[in-house]
């Protein structure tokens, strides 16, 4: 995998003749060391659509200074990113472009934009001469990429771009105060806040080639597409395209700004996944199992002879997503379980036992969801999902007011979870209530992420009922946990019992897990009771 360096930075722009101002003294400022002049040579790469630009993203090979190479930014908050660095090479490395394949998908990486920038660096020091941050000073030279062989060189018949940039990065731990200090330092000399978010983004828009403002579809599957605007819908076409409803947004709006999320979610979460960043891979499978449920929840919305077939292919990626995380959420609880048994009762490795079951399930997990996201279905799946939000299959009730299609969505998965819990408490006890409560947990959930969806149709009440539901949820899916524990429990002390070791400890495990399942289901009623009171349901109704 690539370096990764962390960037907090403020950017500003000056005027030829503006001065900077003396920093010593500002913060804990004791120094300013002049560091030198280098010259740099950046040329940007992205799609010809510039999906990489509307996301954020820049990928760039450099020449000159320290750290010459291909350097990807991905955005991270507001003034940070993250910067990952590959050596040069004549072509756009793997490692790098594997990262931005969600934003790509099997578009071309093309030169767009080439930079030429003087840059003189100084150091703010503290008194014990710990470097606090950098400040460059960039005098810049932008051309589109395309022609431009050399500094005399405009390109394709463009002017080039001239302009004067000051970047203020943290180096090391003078915080956002020394950031904020610097900046009213600066702009009291005169110099102003940067007009644009990267030098990339400037220099698009003042060599004439920025596609701000072009229609969605001129850009492709880029973040005019994922983000939208939260009103109407994206290019909706159907019956209930259009039209909006006498007090508010039309169902349409509400399901689409939601699915769009989801949408959104997915796209941003993949680099964070193949970097293995923490809750990355969770956050990315809720996110497709969300969409998944609206896409069943809303069927009055969303023509499902056209959705289902994408909910399917939603259902897979979740399941791969699955593999390891489950593997990672299962032995933390089994862990977790030995450790709060006393010395006494813990015969035999356990702990050596439980560590190398876990590293023989983890084996090659990682390497197979590398390959499922490099992979063809994958990809084409994200096409997909583009392809849904730019041509929205939308029925007649997507023209409707927000409020009622909602509360009738929420509500026919509450009386589908209402049923599946009640047959769960009927239940004969062992293997057919623990499925019977299973089937409840994955309506619960269903029944969640509808009311969810619907929050900006019905406010309060849909926040308080997708509240009271995952009380519901949570109690099953503890209870769903305790089986899978046991299961696994019974392979160890299988596993420990075959190599001579004996299985005491597991066992002891199983009925301190048998118990808890017992418990859950003893609460079940009364948390249930809670969640289904009528007038729960009666502040749905618009």
């Known amino acids: ?34 560091a030198g002049t280098e010259d740099l040579d950046a040329v940007y790469y992205d799609t010809a659509d510039q999906r990489l630009a509307a996301a954020g993203i820049t990928l760039r090979r450099r020449t000159g200074g320290r750290d010459a190479g291909w350097h990807l930014k991905l955005p991270v908050a507001p003034g940070v990113r993250d910067e990952l660095r590959a050596p040069l090479s004549e072509t756009p490395p793997p490692e790098l472009t594997a990262l931005v394949r969600s934003r790509v998908l099997d578009g071309e990486l093309v030169a767009v ?7 003189t660096v100084r150091v703010l020091k503290d008194a014990a001469g710990t470097p606090l941050a950098e400040v460059a000073e960039d005098a810049v030279h932008a051309w589109p990429a395309a022609g431009a062989v050399d500094a005399g060189t405009a390109g ?43 030098k990339l983004a400037r220099a698009l828009a003042e060599t004439g080639q920025s596609r701000d403002g072009a229609a969605p579809h001129a850009a492709g599957p880029d973040e005019r597409l994922v983000h939208g605007s ?6 909706a076409k159907g019956k209930g395209a259009g039209k909006r409803g006498k007090k508010g947004p039309t169902a349409g709006d509400v399901v689409l700004r939601y699915a769009r999320e989801q949408v959104r979610v997915i796209i941003e979460l993949d680099p964070a996944v193949r970097r293995d960043l923490p809750d990355a891979v969770h956050r990315m499978r809720v996110a497709t ?20 077939p994408i909910g399917v292919e939603l ?71 583009h392809a849904f939000l730019e041509e929205p299959p939308l029925r007649k009730a997507a023209g409707r007011p927000a409020p009622e299609v909602a509360a009738g969505a929420v ?105 808890l399942a017992a418990d859950r289901e003893r609460a079940l009623p009364d948390v249930w009771r809670k969640a289904s009171r009528r007038k729960h349901r009666a502040a749905l109704r618009p």
């Open 156 to 198: 394709a018949g463009r002017p080039g771009a001239r302009w004067r940039e000051i970047e203020v990065e943290l180096v090391g731990d003078g915080g956002a105060g020394l950031l904020d200090e610097v900046g009213r330092a600066l702009t009291a000399a005169g110099v102003r806040p940067a007009s644009a978010a990267s």
């Open 315 to 385: 259902k897979w990626l979740a399941a791969e997503l699955g593999v390891e995380r489950d593997r990672e959420v299962l032995t933390e609880r089994l862990r977790e379980g030995l450790a709060e048994l006393p010395g006494t009762l813990r015969l035999g490795p356990v702990d050596a036992r439980l560590r190398i079951w876990s590293e023989r399930h983890r084996a090659g997990a990682r390497d197979r969801l590398l390959d499922v996201l490099d992979g063809p279905r994958y990809l084409a799946l994200l096409k997909t999902l």
């Open 289 to 308: 199992r969300r969409l998944r449920s609206a896409f069943r929840s809303y069927t009055k919305v969303l023509d499902r002879a056209a959705t289902q």
């Open 411 to 515: 509500l026919k998965d509450y009386r589908r979870l209402a049923r599946r819990t009640e047959a769960a408490l009927a239940a004969s006890a062992g293997r057919e209530r623990d499925e019977a409560l299973h089937g409840a947990r994955k309506a619960a959930k269903r029944t969640r992420y509808a009311a969810e969806a619907a929050r900006p149709a019905l406010g309060r009440p849909a926040k308080k009922f997708a509240k009271r539901t995952k009380r519901v949820q949570q109690l099953l899916g503890d209870h769903q946990d305790s089986v899978v524990a046991r299961g696994a429990l019974r392979e160890l002390a299988t596993q420990a019992q075959r190599a001579g070791e004996g299985g005491f400890t597991f066992g002891l495990l199983y009925g301190r897990e048998e118990a």
């Open 113 to 119: 934009v080439r930079l030429r920038t003087r840059r």
């Open 1 to 34: 995998m690539a370096d990764t360096v962390r960037e907090i930075e403020r950017k500003y722009e000056a005027d030829d003749d503006t001065r900077l101002p003396d920093l010593a003294g500002i913060d804990r400022v004791a120094a300013v060391a002049e």
């Open 230 to 235: 939260g009103k109407a819908p994206v290019k």
